[in-house]
C-alpha cells in the first residue's frame, strides 16, 4: 500500500497535469493546498462542461444548410423522366379474346386492368374471380398476365429530343421496376441495362452556355410522367400534383423549375444522424438497389404489406413471386387499402396508415411545377401523345450542405479544451498509463529487496 502511495505521490509531483504538485508539496501550507485544489476541481469541471458541449454540437450541428445563389457558373442536370404505360384497352381486349374468346364478359376486362395497372385496390377481382367464377384467380399467375398486356419501350415511345436533337428513345429511356409496375426512365440511377447490356445516360445538363433544358417526346400509349431526381422511383402515393397523365391527341406543356443540393465532400465522413440524410449508395433497403425517401416509402408498404396479409402486392420490386399475393392477399389488400396508401409519421397516434420514418436523400432536388398547358391535336394522322417537358429558366439558387464540425473540429476544440483549462495533451494520459502500469511492473521485476524497491523508485 505504502509502494503505490508513493507512486502517487511520484505522479503527481512530475506530472503534465497543471497544478497538481502543489498538492503533495511539502513547503506550502493546507490553505494553499486547499486553494490549489479547488481550483484544480473548478478546471476540471469547466474543462468537462466545454468538452460535453463541444460533443452535443459535433453530433447535433455538425452541418449548416445554406443557400447559394453565385449561379452564372454552375451546370444543372435536367430531372430524370420516368414513362409508366396507365391504360391499355387494345391490348387488354386482345389477351382477353385470347384466353375466353371474342364474347366474354366486359367484366373480365376490367378484372385485367386492375391486375396489370394494380393501384391497391382491386374491386372486379375479389367479386368477380374464384372457383365458382369462369375467370379464376386462383390458377392465375398475375405476374406472367402483366407481362402480357404491359407495352414494350417501342410499342410506348415514337419520337424523342432533347433541345431539339433526336435521340433513340429506347436506348436512354431503360426499363425500371417499381410499385407501379414496368416504367422507362431516362437517366435514373435505378434503370436496368438495356437490351446490349449497357446503361445508357443522355448529356441533358444546362448552363449559360446551352440555356433552358427541353426534352420532346411522342408516346403511343396512356401513360403517367413522373419528373423526379435520379435516385427517386415512381411509387402508389406520389401526389397527382407531380405527376402528368397524358393520352392520345393532346399536346402537353409542362414548364419546371429545378433547385438542386450540392454536397460538401465532407459530408461523407460525417454519420448519417449528424447530416439527417442519405446518400443513395448507402441503402438499407431490398425493394430498389439505390436509397431514397420514395424508394424507403416503398420498403415501408412492402414491409406492412406482409406482416398485414403475409403477401405483397404482385408489382412491387424485387419480391419473390412466392410472396406474391393471390385472390386472398388480394382481398386483404383491398380491406386495409386505406391503411397501406397513406404514410403518416410516427407520432401520428390514432391514425390510419403506413408509418414510414425515412430521412431524405442527400442529394434530392426540389422541382417545382411552374406551368401546364395541354391543346387539342384531333387532326393529327395518329393517335398520339406530344408532350414537352423544359426548365422555365437557369436556376438562379442552389442549397448547399456544409459540414462546419468535423471530426478535426471536434479533436482540435476538445484539446484546446483540456489544454487552456487543466494542460493535458495526449501525453499527459500516457504519463497515467505509465506510472500506474508499466512502471510498478518494472519495478517489481527488478528490486533485490522491499527496502531497495522503494529507494530505487524514489531515487
Not at 212 to 220: C, F, R, V
Not at 306 to 320: A, E, G, K, S, Y
Not at 424 to 446: G, K
Amino acid at each position: 500500500m505504502g509502494r503505490y502511495y508513493n507512486i502517487l505521490k511520484e505522479y503527481m509531483k512530475n506530472s503534465s497535469l497543471h497544478g497538481v504538485k502543489f498538492l503533495i508539496d511539502d513547503e506550502i501550507s493546507f490553505v494553499e493546498r486547499l486553494f490549489w485544489l479547488f481550483a484544480i476541481i473548478l478546471s476540471w469541471i469547466g474543462s468537462g462542461f466545454l468538452i460535453m458541449s463541444a460533443l452535443d454540437a459535433f453530433y447535433h450541428n455538425a452541418i449548416s444548410f445554406v443557400v447559394e445563389s453565385s449561379y452564372r457558373d454552375w451546370t444543372t442536370n435536367f430531372p430524370s423522366v420516368v414513362v409508366c404505360e396507365s391504360k391499355n384497352n387494345d391490348k387488354i381486349q386482345g389477351v382477353a379474346d385470347k384466353i375466353w374468346g371474342t364474347d366474354h364478359d366486359f367484366t373480365f376486362e376490367e378484372i385485367l386492368n386492375e391486375l396489370t395497372f394494380f393501384r391497391g385496390e382491386s374491386y372486379h377481382a375479389i367479386r368477380e374471380c374464384g372457383p365458382e367464377f369462369e375467370f379464376d384467380c386462383l390458377t392465375m399467375n398475375f405476374t406472367d398476365l402483366v407481362k402480357m398486356i404491359r407495352s414494350s419501350c417501342d410499342e410506348i415511345f415514337s419520337i424523342c429530343r432533347w433541345n431539339s436533337e433526336h435521340f433513340d428513345c429506347c436506348s436512354y429511356f431503360l426499363p425500371i421496376q417499381t410499385e407501379v409496375g414496368l416504367c422507362y426512365a431516362l437517366n435514373s440511377i435505378h434503370s436496368e441495362a438495356s437490351s446490349n447490356g449497357k446503361k445508357k445516360r443522355l448529356d441533358t445538363f444546362s448552363n449559360k452556355y446551352t440555356g433552358p433544358g427541353k426534352l420532346y417526346m411522342e408516346l403511343k400509349t396512356e401513360s403517367n410522367i413522373f419528373t423526379i431526381g435520379e435516385e427517386e422511383v415512381p411509387h402508389l402515393v406520389t401526389p397527382k400534383s407531380e405527376i402528368l397523365a397524358v393520352g392520345p391527341y393532346i399536346s402537353y406543356t409542362r414548364t419546371i423549375s429545378v433547385k438542386n443540393i450540392e454536397n460538401d465532400p465532407l459530408t461523407r465522413d460525417v454519420s448519417v444522424e449528424q447530416r439527417n440524410c442519405r446518400y443513395s449508395d448507402e441503402n438499407i433497403l431490398d425493394v430498389h438497389n439505390y436509397y431514397s425517401y420514395s424508394a424507403c416509402s416503398v420498403q415501408c408498404r412492402k414491409d406492412k404489406q406482409l406482416r398485414i396479409c403475409n403477401c405483397t402486392n404482385h408489382l412491387m420490386p424485387n419480391v419473390p413471386v412466392t410472396q406474391h399475393c393471390h385472390l386472398e392477399g388480394l382481398r386483404c389488400l383491398n380491406d386495409h387499402y386505406e391503411e397501406l396508401s397513406v404514410v403518416i409519421a410516427k407520432w401520428s397516434i390514432g391514425k390510419k396508415g403506413v408509418v414510414c420514418d425515412c430521412l431524405p436523400s442527400c442529394s434530392e432536388i426540389d422541382i417545382s411545377v411552374v406551368h401546364d398547358t395541354r391543346d387539342n391535336i384531333y387532326g393529327h394522322s395518329s393517335p398520339l401523345s406530344m408532350v414537352s417537358i423544359e426548365l422555365a429558366s437557369l436556376p438562379t439558387e442552389r442549397y448547399k450542405r456544409n459540414v462546419i464540425r468535423g471530426k478535426l473540429d471536434l479533436v482540435v476544440s476538445m484539446g484546446g479544451t483540456a489544454g487552456l483549462f487543466v494542460g493535458a495533451s495526449v501525453l499527459s494520459f500516457v504519463e497515467i498509463f505509465y506510472y500506474f502500469l508499466i512502471r510498478p511492473c518494472y519495478m517489481s521485476q527488478n528490486v533485490e529487496t522491499p527496502t531497495n524497491n522503494v529507494n530505487e523508485f524514489l531515487y
